[in-house]
């Protein structure tokens, strides 16, 4: 395994920018990109509202190489680390002017006066672009998505919106567009040879493999080192709980990873896939996930989270968690000399503890494709719509045959210590007539199933009602009409 060690280069907005961590003992491994902008003078447009990925304020946009094209993506980056954006542009709020004219999104905040206090507004500003990279002529439903993640607490968002029609109605064509090729060249003579990036300061190890095979030895070698994917969840350990994380395995640039493939049987998912990206793959072919995708987060979340993340973090209230019950899924595990495929119900064993092997990686996830008479739905229901984390979440799939339940999957989040089957409640289902009366009568047994807790976000009863409600939305969603 071939190594480049200590340093780690990126473009600074349109300049090749090298950090040597350890000629600069004040940047760590783990430094975010947001602290690390701010340590200029001529950086602070970047803002630090929260530190937790739910203001925006801090919002800058990533630019990669996806084979000679430039892809765009807007990320918070209060969750970022610094060897993350190895070989990417990082774009901040203070380039996107050129040479003193406004870009088109920052002249149509102006125009429709998009701004008061002002400190939401480099964010905003940033979202924005992010959008008018990604979109021509957005529909609203699009705007108000890529807004989600950033909090303005006195402008109001009309005039925002407005700002976000006008400026993606033009046809880009700014300086970005005309200097893609040139970012491109001096992106991909950045780690040419994919070699592992290994920086080793007195206080961290940080190891950033390129390849699959690289990073099955590092997981060997480093049983101990925090893995991280989008760190999405993991950053948080550092900037919310002030832990210290010593040692580092990130596996965010794994490019074989990030798949999503079919075959005959099932939907092949890279584990290092975006949450965004499956939202995008999954809207024709795994509906329900794409609902719960399109809640999930904000779009700077779903950018830098993946599923292996969501799925290894094996937490209780983890959104894709119950759904991928429901599907019958498969999680495919992998360490340097071996493979398992394991039903995705076994792998986690308690209160965010999974089956997972010191040695091992979730590599995939595999789902089943529908069998006939099959149906998937996803809820949960949160405080706030958007950016919010669920209270109870559901993914529940029933089969019928000539009106009878063959099989039924009732999966929860936010009832138990673990995502969990209403085991109970199924088996009363099992070969019944799906009708309301069954459907009613199911909704009392489920609601003296579960012990949920009371919490910041609901008390128990609230749960409990919440679960058995859901189960009847289930049958009015899937029933034939009168039964
Ligand atoms: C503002 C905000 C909003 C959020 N909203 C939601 C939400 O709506 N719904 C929800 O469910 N979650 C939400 N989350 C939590 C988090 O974003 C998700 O759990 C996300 O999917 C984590 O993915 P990641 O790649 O960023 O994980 P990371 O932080 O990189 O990792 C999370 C855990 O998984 C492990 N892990 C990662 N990849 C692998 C792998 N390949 N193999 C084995 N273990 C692995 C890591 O070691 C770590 O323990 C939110 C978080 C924030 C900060
Ligand atoms: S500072 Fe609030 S999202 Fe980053
Ligand atoms: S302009 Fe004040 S928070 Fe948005």
Redesign the pocket.
Known sequence: MSSQHDIIQFVLNDKVVSVDFNANPELKPTTTVLNYLRSFPFHKGVKEGCAEGDCGACSVVIAENNEGKLSYKTIDSCLVFLPMIHGKQLITIENLADSGKLHPVQQEMVNHNG???????PGVVMSLFGLYKNHHNPDREVIEDALTGNL????GYQSIIKAAEHACSCVDADKFKLHEAKIVTLLSEINQDKSTVEINTPTQNYYKPLTLQDTLALRRKYPLATLISGASDTALRQTKKREFLNEILDISDVAELKYFVEDEKDFKIGAGLTLERLKLHSSEKLPALNKMLQIFGSLQIRNLATIGGNIGSASPIGDTLPLLIAYKAKVKLQSADSERLMPFSDFITGYRTTDIRYDELITAVHIPKLQADTFVHSYKVSKRKDLDISTVSGGFSVQLEDGHVKEIILAFGGMADQPKRAAETEHYLMWKPWTRANAEHAMKILLHEFTPLSDARSGSEYRKLVAANLLLKFYAETSTPGL
Do not use: A, I, K, L
Request: aromatic letters at 10%; glycine letters at 10%.
């Open positions: 701004s008061q206090c002002g400190y939401c507004t303005c607490r006195c402008t």
